[in-house]
């Protein structure tokens, strides 16, 4: 059982385990026959044309995980793409929208059911066309050799990034002072995108309020033992603070902890997936509040 969860650790983008791809393509195999199902017993004209050209998508969504002698990895650029942007719509609608199809759009109001259905299948058919071009395209192309640099080992991390932290604190007050308060400051998410501050002064602050999460993701990414010292995290907590502060946005804050997540994945060549499952329930709970 436990050589289904090894890992190749030749593979500088992360492997994946078998079990890994076993259950990548479980869950394809499962999601399309739910679709299938769904969309037979239903009366819905043309749902049988959307999820046929679905399943037709499922099944360039498998292939970078059958492929004989492709050795699958997280960060690999096409299984990367796959997860992220094939996964992520399955599970955002795509399948849904397979099952049950499209009864209406405001953006066509002249167009029948069944010719809404069949404009589906047309955009799932040309996904899953795209995706074969992509791996066919990958398959030709010349191999490249690439160089290879040593991060930099670097000295004086804590106080270097402590000084970029209060940067992104001096861009903060710099809204707090032309917004007028902090009040007004975190009010920016509400607002439309020409009425907030940075459509009348200019971004720059707002950059510069989040300069202090790259300086931690610099620091990780020279020193993987940062993680293991409590300087890292208070900065790491006071440029998430500061750069949320500053923009209002969630996304804010996701994305370096996301951004930092990838690089800890890189140098350990492992899935943490107790830190996952807990980030994904903490970003539902925030997404629903």
């Known amino acids: 059982m436990s050589s289904l969860f090894n890992r190749d650790p030749q593979s500088p983008f992360v492997a994946l385990a078998p079990g890994e791809r076993i259950l990548a393509l479980g869950f394809l195999i499962v999601t399309a026959f739910l679709a299938s199902f769904v969309a037979l017993t239903s009366e819905t004209p043309g749902s049988v044309v959307a999820v046929t050209a679905f399943v037709a998508y499922l099944a360039a969504l498998s ?42 759009h405001r953006a066509l109001p002249g167009l029948t059911v069944r010719e809404l259905n069949h404009l589906v299948a047309l955009s799932f058919a040309l996904e899953a066309i795209a995706l074969v071009a992509l791996y066919v395209g990958y398959a030709f192309a010349p191999w490249l050799r690439i160089p290879q640099w040593r991060a930099p080992e670097p000295t004086g991390a804590v106080w270097r990034c402590a000084l970029w932290v209060g940067v992104a604190a001096i861009g903060l007050l710099m809204l707090i002072r032309i917004g007028g308060g902090i009040d007004q400051v975190l009010m920016q998410r509400g607002l439309a995108s020409d009425q907030r501050i940075s459509a009348q002064v200019g971004g720059q602050w707002n950059f510069l309020a989040g300069i202090g999460v790259v300086a931690t993701l610099v620091w990780l990414a020279c020193q993987p ?43 350990h060549r492992r899935i943490p997936y107790r830190a996952v499952f807990a980030g994904v329930f903490v970003l539902s709970c925030l997404s629903v509040s």
């Open 225 to 267: 033992a940062a993680v293991k010292k409590p300087a890292f995290w208070i900065l790491l907590l006071a440029a998430l603070s500061i750069r949320f502060a500053a923009t209002g946005s969630r996304g804010g804050i996701v994305t370096p902890m996301l951004m930092i997540g990838t690089v800890w994945v890189l140098q």
């Open 63 to 104: 292939l970078p995980f059958v492929i004989r002698d492709f050795k699958p990895s997280v960060f690999h650029p096409l299984v990367f793409y796959v997860l992220w942007m094939g996964f992520r719509g399955v599970l955002e609608g795509d399948a849904v929208l397979a099952a049950t199809g499209l009864e209406f």
